[in-house]
Nanobody, 125 residues
Framework: QVQLVESGGGSVQAGGSLRLSCAASGNIYSRTCMAWFRQAPGKEREGVASIYTAGGDTYYDDSVKGRFTISQDNTKNTVYLQMNSLKPEDTAMYYC??????????????????WGQGTQVTVSS
């Protein structure tokens, strides 16, 4: 069983920054694709970034490229999402998710079985 715990959400003004954390525990040995998704009210869940934890390859959706950075601390089994230059359209519930595999780009919700509980990010104009 896998547990994912997100933290770091909050409310900021446009142009501000937040850093989300996702701590993984349990049977994570073979699960090497970690992704961040977000879901705004009335919209579908979308993948914004992913990382291949065994190799470090990263992927970003065009909407966040250049503003968000995904990184990992393998000693803590934790993945981070540094979000800079936040925009009101970044407002959403953010979820981390984990799965096995080595090709992690273009994350889709149906690919992932293990999810965190989510953390809210609100960006005001």
């Amino acid at each position: 069983q896998v547990q994912l715990v997100e933290s770091g959400g909050g409310s900021v003004q446009a142009g501000g920054s937040l850093r989300l954390s996702c701590a993984a525990s349990g049977n994570i040995y073979s699960r090497t694709c970690m992704a961040w998704f977000r879901q705004a009210p009335g919209k579908e869940r979308e993948g914004v970034a992913s990382i291949y934890t065994a190799g470090g390859d990263t992927y970003y959706d065009d909407s966040v490229k250049g503003r968000f950075t995904i990184s990992q601390d393998n000693t803590k089994n934790t993945v981070y999402l540094q979000m800079n230059s936040l925009k009101p359209e970044d407002t959403a519930m953010y979820y981390c998710a984990l799965r096995s595999g080595s090709v992690c780009f273009g994350p889709r919700p149906w690919q992932y079985n293990d999810w965190g509980q989510g953390t809210q990010v609100t960006v005001s104009s």
